[in-house]
Nanobody
Framework: QVQLAESGGGLVQPGESLRLRCTVS????????MCWYRQAPGKQRELVAH???????NYTDSVKGRFTISRNNPWNTLFLQMNSLNPEDAAVYYC???????WGQGTQVTVAS
């Protein structure tokens, strides 16, 4: 059974940073492409960042230069470093195995002054 457990969200002020984490079980983590999505109230779920098994990354335009996706394969862990956060980044963030339909519970990111 694939399990995804996101953590690291919280409430920050604009301009501050957070590091999100996702621990993955039930798959051979190192061979799978991974991604981060987010969903704000009243909006569609949005693909934020993607990383291949070899470490190649890409990002949606709105987070380029501010967010960094990475992975630690021996720890079965996916990360999203989020810098210079703004209110438009506020959402529930989810990690996902790119090719599988499973979702975790997500972690809430709130950006407010």
């Amino acid at each position: 059974q694939v399990q995804l457990a996101e953590s690291g969200g919280g409430l920050v002020q604009p301009g501050e940073s957070l590091r999100l984490r996702c621990t993955v079980s039930g798959i051979n983590f190192k061979i799978y492409q991974m991604c981060w999505y987010r969903q704000a109230p009243g909006k569609q779920r949005e693909l934020v960042a993607h990383i291949t098994s070899s470490g190649s990354t890409n990002y949606t335009d709105s987070v380029k230069g501010r967010f960094t996706i990475s992975r630690n394969n021996p720890w079965n862990t996916l990360f999203l470093q989020m810098n210079s956060l703004n209110p438009e980044d506020a959402a529930v963030y989810y990690c996902k195995v790119m090719s599988l339909p499973h979702w975790g519970q997500g972690t809430q990111v709130t950006v407010a002054s």
